[in-house]
């Protein structure tokens, strides 16, 4: 798939005139901001903690209401929103790594394209793993105890966002059976509290929203975090999990898990793609300007408020959210792959899974 450009318009329409801003009123109107999951995920989390902070931003104030319509990974959703045409600015689209991954892989079931759409709002966010309490007892900081052990995890599928934990697990050496099929990371994550799973991850919204209640309790014991990038590229501890260990620490521990080569650099790639430019708000194909930028104003102010930073820590974590031209360049980030990490997770999946791209 050919990536175009996406910060011209963006940025053009973030520099409109104020009085071109104004003409642009929701008094009255309910935006739709649908998600492509279900209601118990991160992505959930993320939308339903930006809706009232968007509503007091936007002009008119209108009500902003979250819609769930999970399927096929968020691939149902996304085609959905392809087919969608600009209707006085009252559809917004979330997506997720689990929508970017289906399409950078050529997915055959893809519909959608990201270059027709418009990005208004990005933000990153981070991922954690973790494993039920009896396992949790073996892990000392490796993999190395957990090599022989059978685990189960709820999985929507492979060539989703589930592929940054499930490469991981493998490099690790660990047997981590997927069951595919479930409709968002929270349906996982109620899996793995019924028994019915014994290891899970959950991105940094979801984790916080309700994981972290499992590890307080002692159901849950937390075994790493996909990690995060600092200026120069390299992956560190996630800011809003700094005392738990990045899975570039486990494998360095871990015998036989190597930090460079063709698998390391195929995961990290993906991690890139998937994480640090985890969740995006899109306007449809064919809207005027003037609304773009309102809605860019509207999440710059967000982004703000003077108490967003610890009202944000809370919900969905210490994360940089991007608006105009930063929102097109992390769009535009976060749906590029090189072809030798596209090359290497197609023949993984192949013979990993039986999924056949092709």
Partial sequence: ??????????????????????????AGKTIEWVIPFSET????????????????????????????????????????????????????????????????????????????????????????????????????????NLKDVNFIYGSQGATRLDLVPLLAWEMLGMNVEPVFGIKGRGDGRLMFERGEATIDYQTS??????????????QAVPMMTWGALDEDGNIVRDPTFPDIATFKEVCEATEGCATEGEAWDAWKAFFIA??????????????????????????????NREDFAQIAEKRVGKYPVFVGEGAAKATERGTTVSAEAKAFVTNWLQEAYGVSLK
């Fill in 41 to 144: 995920g991160g992505s959930a989390k993320w939308a339903n903690f930006f809706a009232p902070l968007l509503s007091e931003e936007l002009p008119g104030n209108p009500t902003v209401v979250v819609k769930f319509m999970p399927g096929a990974g968020s691939t149902k959703g996304a085609n959905w929103f392809q087919e969608q045409e600009h209707d006085e600015g009252t559809v917004l689209f979330g997506t997720s790594g689990s929508t970017q991954f289906p399409y950078l892989l050529d997915d055959p079931r893809v519909r959608y394209e990201y270059s027709d759409w418009n990005p208004v709002m990005a933000s990153g966010t981070g991922g954690v793993a973790y494993l039920n309490p009896t396992d949790g007892e073996k892990f000392d900081g490796t993999a190395n």
């Fill in 1 to 26: 798939m050919t990536i175009k450009y996406f910060a011209a318009t963006a940025a053009s329409a973030a520099c409109l005139a104020a009085p071109a801003l104004a003409e642009v009123d929701f």
């Fill in 274 to 303: 998937g994480f640090p430019v985890q969740k995006i708000a899109f306007l449809p194909a064919g809207t005027p300007d003037d609304v773009i930028a309102t809605y860019t104003a509207a999440f710059d102010a967000v982004r």
């Fill in 205 to 218: 919204s979801s984790y916080l929203g309700a994981s972290a209640d499992l590890v307080e309790k002692g």
